[in-house]
């Protein structure tokens, strides 16, 4: 059956004049107008020449795809030749605002906060731009909101003793840092802690985290983390002082050998003490001292406040209550103790300043100044 239709199909093609079947091609809408009609068959897809017509569907559409590739590395170049113009004019200002006009606002004190500008280098060490103006911005906030000085007027001298004040504390902290790097000593955030402890139970710093936070922002701009950084470089001086000073821990340490044998602790305070009281008082503080008491270190009454009546304390290394003053070595023993005041003698050992081995090293090591004021 299928055949008879083949044969019938094949009698009626032959009955179709050529002219006509090339008419019908011409009129294939598949067909492109400029491109002549052919009745040559379609070529065939197989597995040999599939890669041949593949270059060649890609060929065509590559000239679409280059010009978007060249549009996109055209905006990455000038993307980042804009990224670098604007990188190089915001350290330009930079520069220009610490190194020549010395300006100190809080946008660029963040800035400082990231970017490592170097004010100074101490012994091989640059010393960061950040760390002066974490000093001078506290002394300006403090004298702007506490005695109204204006720095654009009256207050231009004061503000140029602050500058040097600044740097001269920074460089100082540097060197104190290398020596104390040098000899092993360090100070831990438990050390910290126990300092502002000691300090808040004398009412120092406010009743509780609230009232502490406002003082210092309303007093020096700070927040307790610059609190805590302060103090941490404080401690750091003291320690260093402490532990370069062997003649005058010898010394103290003598004292407690002594004290510890049975010997007298008014008699011993007269000759070895360096208070210029002891000869007559014998070491007595000559008032009954509270945990508030701001006329004694806070270590000292930490100290005291631990010991029964009679009971005689190790070397506790004192922190200065006078600005300015060096710290001390110093044994204390308790007279009376009711929990609320303490009675109490002493015997004090004088430290040689921290600046005695700053002020060696910086002779022995001056500093690059990267300012002049």
């Known amino acids: 059956m299928i055949k008879r239709k083949f044969r019938k199909v094949k009698r009626v093609k032959e009955l179709i004049p050529d002219s006509i079947t090339e008419k019908a091609l011409t009129l294939n809408p598949l067909m492109s107008p400029e491109q002549p009609a052919t009745s040559e068959p379609v070529p065939r897809i197989t597995n040999e020449n599939i890669t041949e017509h593949r270059e060649e569907v890609l060929k065509g559409a590559r000239k679409y795809i280059y010009p978007l590739q060249h549009s996109k ?30 300006q100190y606002n809080i946008f660029l004190y963040r800035v400082t906060q990231v970017v490592p500008f170097p004010i100074a280098k101490a012994d091989g060490n640059y010393v960061s731009y950040e760390n002066y103006l974490f000093e001078l911005r506290h002394y300006i906030h403090y004298y702007q ?7 654009a007027s009256s207050g231009k001298q004061q503000l140029y003793r602050f500058r040097q004040q600044a740097l001269s504390n920074v460089l100082d902290q540097a060197y104190t840092k290398i020596i104390a790097r040098q000899n092993g000593v360090g100070v831990s ?29 309303d007093y020096w701009g700070w927040s307790i983390n ?29 004292a407690l050998t002594q004290l510890k044998s049975g010997t007298d602790f008014a008699t011993l ?7 210029p009281a002891a000869p007559t008082t014998g070491g007595d503080f000559g008032f009954a ?7 004694v270190s806070p270590e000292l009454i930490d100290a005291m406040f631990k010991l029964k009546p009679g009971e005689i304390s190790g070397i506790v290394l004192a922190s200065p209550v006078i600005s300015g003053a060096p710290p001390s070595l110093q044994i204390v023993k308790v007279t009376q103790n009711d929990g609320k005041t303490v009675s109490a003698l002493h015997i004090v050992f004088n430290l040689k300043p921290t600046s005695t081995y700053v002020n ?14």
Do not use: M, W
């Open 73 to 102: 590395k055209r905006i990455v170049s000038v993307t980042l030749t804009l990224a670098a113009a604007a990188a190089l004019t915001f350290l330009v200002y930079c520069s220009l605002a610490l190194y020549h006009f010395y």
């Open 145 to 151: 909101s506490q005695q109204q000085l204006d720095f």
């Open 189 to 217: 955030g438990r050390e910290i802690d126990s300092r502002i402890a000691e300090v808040r139970n004398q009412n120092r710093l406010g009743t509780n985290n609230k009232v502490f936070a406002d003082v210092l922002r």
């Open 226 to 254: 610059d609190f805590k950084r302060s103090l941490k470089q404080e401690i750091l001086s003291e320690k260093v002082a402490a532990k370069l000073d062997t003649q005058t821990n010898q010394r103290a340490q003598s």
């Open 269 to 275: 305070a007269k000759t070895a003490s360096d208070d």
């Open 289 to 295: 001292i509270t945990k508030s008491n701001p006329n």
């Open 360 to 373: 060696a090293l910086k002779t022995k090591k001056p500093p690059h100044l990267y300012v002049k004021f």
